[in-house]
């Protein structure tokens, strides 16, 4: 069973249509890159993902049931800006799900459950290449730490699912190649499901398991809004790394079958 999966689906908003017909099966831990002009309903899309937006039409599943209709803690999300709070030290930033999920009256954890947070949280920051900044404030960190303790808060509640809005577009290229890195690290780490959003193709190309292409393929110049945007390219892209361990487990396989064909007793040198 996929872990996503879109039917014929539709979202309008009264006469504009922004996106229509698509129809999409996501499996666990593939990372989608969504690409395409600005205006095609990308974000619209994510939103979904997210629980912020419903479909107009068609279904959106998850694990084969209805998408709800609200965020949750099994979709986290990071944008272009930073959503971190600035009142809160990058520890708290990172701890503030914990106390939240543990304590919805105080929003404050005490005794053992926060010693026990604040381990995992410590543990997050060292991940992400933040330990040494624990007890900073957000304003005093530069734009690639901002990025990084935004991802670490986003993944701090373990989500299934990741949706990412241009997360590195204001980042300089220096800082986005070690974006880059990072994330593809956490994502084999922790065998999450990414949905990203990019004007990059490079990025898209580098990044993904899987490019979707988002446009219109039906246009009336005189109701610009009468037509929305679809998936009209779905790339799969096989990263190296998958591709060399599904041929070691190949491989590995063929030599288990083969030492059982043996007669009991023989041995083979492969």
């Known amino acids: 069973m996929s872990l996503i999966t879109v039917r014929n689906l539709w979202k ?30 990308k974000t619209t899309f994510l939103r979904m993902l997210l629980g912020e ?24 999300i990071v944008f272009q800006r930073y959503s971190v709070f600035p009142h809160l030290t990058v520890l708290g930033n990172v701890l503030i799900g914990l106390e939240l999920r543990g304590a919805r ?7 053992r459950a926060r010693r026990e947070a604040v381990r995992q949280a410590e543990h997050m920051l060292d991940a992400v290449g933040l330990s040494a900044h624990r007890n ?12 990084r303790l935004a991802i670490a808060q986003a993944l ?16 300089d290229p220096g800082i986005r190649a070690d974006m880059h890195r990072l994330l593809r690290q956490l994502w084999q780490q922790d065998r999450i499901t990414v949905f990203m959003v990019t004007h990059d193709i490079q990025e898209a190309f580098a990044l993904g398991t899987r490019v979707l292409v988002f446009d219109k393929v039906r246009l009336d110049t005189q109701a610009p809004g009468a037509y929305g945007a679809t998936v009209t390219y779905d790339i799969p892209l ?20 083969f030492q059982h064909s043996l007669p009991h007793g023989a041995s083979a040198t492969l």
């Open 156 to 171: 701090m509640m373990r989500p299934r699912v990741l949706l990412l809005d241009e997360p590195f577009g204001a980042l």
């Open 136 to 147: 900073k404030y957000p304003s005093a960190l530069s734009g690639g730490m901002q990025q």
């Open 12 to 41: 309008e908003y009264g006469e504009q249509v922004v996106l229509e017909r698509m129809n999409l099966d996501i499996g666990e831990h593939e990372f989608c890159t969504l690409v395409g002009a600005s205006g095609c309903g």
């Open 238 to 257: 096989l990263r190296r790394s998958e591709h060399i361990t599904r041929e070691v487990e190949a491989t590995r396989r063929k030599t288990e079958r």
């Open 53 to 76: 937006e419903t479909p107009s039409r068609g279904q959106l599943l998850l694990d084969g049931v209805p998408m709800p209709n609200e965020p949750g803690p099994d979709r986290g």
């Open 105 to 111: 009256l105080l929003g404050r954890l005490f005794g």
